[in-house]
């Protein structure tokens, strides 16, 4: 079993940055891949990044690619992702996943999100 915990959400103007972090409990970290999704009210789940449990692949949604990168460190069991140059429509409860895939990635776990609002 994992745990999964988000942090760094928040309010941000327009054209800012946040870095959300992932920290995981219960098991390591290293056995998966870990993602991140965002969801607005009304609308599906929607895939935003995903890295490969050794850090070597990443993946990206085109509506965030060249703003927001992922990282993890497996050695604190934390994944990471910076979001550069925000829009109001990155706007969304933010969800960390472990689990497995690259753009298609199917999860195992999920964390209970944290809260990103960009004000235009």
């Known amino acids: 079993q994992v745990q999964l915990v988000e942090s760094g959400g928040g309010l941000v103007q327009a054209g800012g940055s946040l870095r959300l972090s992932c920290a995981a409990s219960g098991r390591t970290l290293s056995s998966y891949a870990m993602g991140w999704f965002r969801q607005t009210p009304g609308k599906e789940r929607e895939f935003v990044s995903s890295?490969?449990?050794?850090?070597?692949?990443?993946y990206y949604a085109d509506s965030v690619k060249g703003r927001f990168t992922i990282s993890r460190d497996n050695a604190k069991n934390t994944v990471y992702l910076q979001m550069n140059s925000l829009k109001p429509e990155d706007t969304a409860g933010y969800y960390c996943a472990a689990g497995f895939g690259g753009s298609k990635f199917v999860v195992n776990y999920w964390g209970q999100g944290t809260q990103v609002t960009v004000s235009s």
């Open positions: 890295i490969s449990w050794t850090g070597g692949s990443t």
